[in-house]
């Protein structure tokens, strides 16, 4: 399992104009990191290019197992979750198709399933087409991946914004046992996450 992520004198450019350059992290397995800042800083590219989806400008992203650096496609295959700002979910779908999908490609298990079904209180939901969801029903939907098929480094875009208060808590609570485990999250965020955090701001667009 990842056990530290570093990026190292990181720059970033989106389309022809610099998001940033030089940024500096490194998290440590059991620690949240929520990266703040001002619409268009550049997190959720961040996100996207420890993901692998977006090339660095300069500067490297390094992954750590307790042996040493591993290799950084290896460790995205295996041990990374992305969850977007969009749930990635097809709406002609019902949600235990989509469920079912998404634990099967990401090498989750049946019990993986079971538990997110419990943990995010979708069984009354598992019957409807995804587009009949609301937009929280949705969220939960695809933070059941997370659990489904557990993974050590979640990188999270605005992971609460369609939650009310209560899931937001429920939410927090396996954030707490994922983080207590060892793994590690690293989010964009404008609300506060409901665990402990090291807040890192990117700087103003």
Do not use: C, Y
Request: glycine share 10%; no cysteine.
């Amino acid at each position: 399992m990842i056990s530290r992520l570093s990026i190292e004198a990181l720059a970033l450019v989106r389309g022809e104009r610099p998001l940033f350059d030089g940024f500096d992290l490194t998290v440590e397995a059991g620690e949240a990191v929520a990266l703040t800042g001002a619409n268009g800083a550049g997190k959720t590219s961040l996100l996207r290019a420890v993901a692998g989806l977006l090339p660095p400008a300069a500067g490297r992203i390094v992954f750590h197992d307790p042996s040493g650096q591993i290799d950084p496609e290896e460790a995205r295959a295996r041990d990374l979750h992305l969850l977007g700002h969009h749930d990635g979910l097809k709406p002609g779908r019902t949600a235990a198709e989509e469920l079912d999908f998404w634990t099967r490609w990401l090498g989750g298990m049946d019990e993986g399933r079971a538990h997110a079904v419990q943990a995010l209180e979708l069984e009354p939901l598992l019957a409807l087409e995804v587009r009949k969801l609301s937009s929280g029903q949705r969220r939960r939907l695809a933070l059941a991946r997370l659990i489904a098929a557990p993974r050590g480094l979640w990188l999270l875009d605005e992971p609460l914004a369609p939650l009310d208060a209560a899931r937001r808590t429920r939410f927090g609570a396996l954030m707490r046992v994922h983080l207590d485990g060892g793994g590690m999250i690293l989010a964009a965020v404008h609300d506060p996450l409901p665990v402990p955090t090291r807040a890192v701001s990117l700087g103003r667009a």
